[in-house]
């Protein structure tokens, strides 16, 4: 195997730290959280008081001031560990940039802190009932008003959706304008009347992470509540993905060779016919080549990694990231399932959920036919 470069002692301590804390906080009770619909409450602030939430927000802010490949080693935690109903990678690599990118000093002053102290847990509110990946047709509306702003609408698919108390929401402040008329408003839900929390959606994966229908019933906002300017809304969304969309590769590839190890334990163990499965070659074949083709996207997402430290990870390169990783994790979780055989359809097997929580990943932060579009036409082509 290729020896990763991508860290420093440093980087690997605090991977030792999250795995203890993750094996001793969250483990033992994911399987109580699935059928809850939602983690415990309590685990944000756990994590908070060890430094997991935020790490990259400058210390002023009651950040660690650290560099990105600290949300690296959390998110490839969780992910080795299966654990797919925590939602910090969102909060942490999603939302809480845009408000230290776009936010004034007194909106950063006001909210990172309680970001880092898990105080506050963070969602952004983008899709619509009638919409997906076409956000220029978002229906939810912020009109001005003597004090501020009045938001109504009606937002989906939300993740972090009950928990959350800290929510950007996406939403028209000129009709007719496109993209030109779209602004985007953190809402601090205990502050505001007219906001409702809908039902907990039933998913077919990703149990334990609570995904929420959220309305916004003539929401009364303070004039600050606009995040950066009126009207860059979209802008601001496109400047973000490559973040966005690098976090989820990251999971993808941790989440595959979590599922590698798991299969590779099993295969060794498991006997048919008079024989461990693993002395058959098809499972050798099969393995074998999940093994490299996870091992060179390792390498290639550690390059991108890299790029983003140097703030040079552009839009293509990143939709790539996001396009091979997440089709390759559900090509890896669908041939390990095989190699259980029928064990591998019980979902006290881990592989069984980690097949069914893959699925989604080719389908939010853009949909993998949108990253082949947004591929295309960086070629020229379209």
């Known amino acids: ?27 033992p009770y994911h399987a109580q959280w699935e059928k809850d619909g939602q983690t415990d409450r309590a685990l944000w602030k756990k994590a908070g008081e060890q430094g997991f939430l935020c790490p990259t927000l400058p210390p002023e802010y009651g950040g660690a001031g650290a560099d990105f490949r600290y949300n690296v080693v959390i998110t490839e935690e969780i992910a080795n560990q ?25 909106q950063k002053q006001r909210w990172l802190p309680r970001c880092v102290s898990g105080d506050l847990v ?26 501020g702003w009045r938001l109504n609408g009606s937002k989906t698919f939300i993740t972090n959706g009950q928990h959350a108390n800290l929510i950007i929401v996406v939403a028209k402040t000129s009709a007719g304008s496109g993209a030109k008329g779209i602004s985007l ?4 839900t205990d502050e505001v009347e007219g906001f409702e929390r809908g039902r907990n959606l039933d998913k077919i994966g990703m149990k334990a992470q609570d995904t929420s229908e959220l309305f916004f019933n003539d929401v009364d906002l303070p004039a600050d509540a606009l995040l950066g300017e009126e009207g860059r809304g979209f802008v601001y969304l496109m400047q973000e993905l490559p973040q966005e969309r690098l976090s989820v590769a990251l999971n993808a590839i941790a ?21 461990n499965i693993g002395t058959f070659q098809n499972t050798q074949f099969v393995l074998a080549d999940l093994a490299t083709e996870v091992q060179v996207m390792r390498a290639f997402l550690d390059r991108c990694v890299e790029l983003h430290l140097e703030e040079k990870l552009d839009v293509p390169t990143a939709a790539m990231a996001k396009l091979k990783g997440t089709d390759l994790q559900f090509r890896v979780m669908d041939e390990c399932l095989q190699l259980h055989g029928g064990y591998g359809y019980m979902t006290e097997y881990p592989i069984a959920r980690a097949f069914v929580d893959s699925r989604v990943q080719r389908i939010y932060a853009g949909t993998n036919e949108i990253m082949k579009l947004i591929i295309a036409r960086a070629m020229g082509l379209g």
């Open 82 to 106: 299966g654990l797919s109903g925590i939602g910090w990678g969102l909060h942490s690599d999603i939302v809480v940039p845009y408000i230290q990118r776009y936010g004034s000093e007194a």
């Open 185 to 188: 408003f953190v809402v601090e």
């Open 255 to 275: 989440s595959c060779e979590a599922a590698l190890a798991w299969t590779l334990k099993y295969v060794k163990e498991r006997k048919a016919f008079g024989s």
């Open 122 to 147: 963070t969602a952004i509110a983008m899709t619509e009932p009638g919409t997906g990946s076409d956000l220029q047709a978002i229906r939810s509306q912020a009109v001005r008003t003597d004090d």
């Open 1 to 27: 195997m290729i020896p990763r470069t991508l860290f420093n002692e440093e980087h690997e301590m605090l991977r030792d730290a999250v795995r203890r804390f993750l094996a001793a906080e969250a483990e």
